[in-house]
C-alpha cells in the first residue's frame, strides 16, 4: 500500500520560515520523482516544486529563491524548505510522487496545512 504522509505544516508569521516533509512507503523511492503542490481556498492546485531521482529541481516561479525542495533517499523522504513566507503562500500543501518508468503511477498525500499571517 503506497502512503504519503505530510508534516511539517502549520501557522506561521509573514517573513517566518517552515519546513515541510513527505516520507513515503510502498513505492520505489529512489526512482521517483517528488514534488510538491499547493491549492489555496478557491483555487486550483498548483506545482510548487519538483526534483527527480537524480535530484534535479525545478520550481515555480513564485516561490524561487525562497523554497527550496531536496530528498533523502536513505529515508524515503522529501522535503520542502520555505522561507520569507508571505500571506499568499497560504494554502494546503500536498505531496506528490510520480513514478516516468513502467509500471507508471503517480500518488498525493493528504495535504498539510500552512497559514501565513501578516
Known amino acids: 500500500q503506497v502512503q504519503l504522509v505530510e508534516s511539517g505544516g502549520g501557522l506561521v508569521q509573514s517573513g517566518g520560515s517552515l519546513t515541510l516533509s513527505c516520507a513515503a512507503s510502498g513505492i520505489f523511492f529512489s526512482i521517483t520523482t517528488m514534488g510538491w503542490y499547493r491549492q489555496a481556498p478557491g483555487k486550483e492546485r498548483e506545482l510548487v516544486a519538483t526534483?527527480?531521482?537524480?535530484?534535479?529541481?525545478a520550481y515555480a516561479d513564485f516561490v524561487k529563491g525562497r523554497f527550496t525542495i531536496h530528498r533523502d533517499d536513505a529515508k524515503n523522504t522529501a522535503y520542502l524548505e520555505m522561507s520569507n513566507l508571505k500571506p499568499d503562500d497560504t494554502a494546503v500543501y500536498y505531496c506528490?510522487?510520480?513514478?516516468?518508468?513502467?509500471?507508471?503511477?503517480?500518488?498525493w498525500g493528504q495535504g498539510t496545512l500552512v497559514t501565513v499571517s501578516e
Open positions: 526534483i527527480t531521482p537524480g535530484s534535479t529541481t
Open positions: 506528490n510522487s510520480r513514478r516516468e518508468s513502467f509500471p507508471q503511477s503517480t500518488h
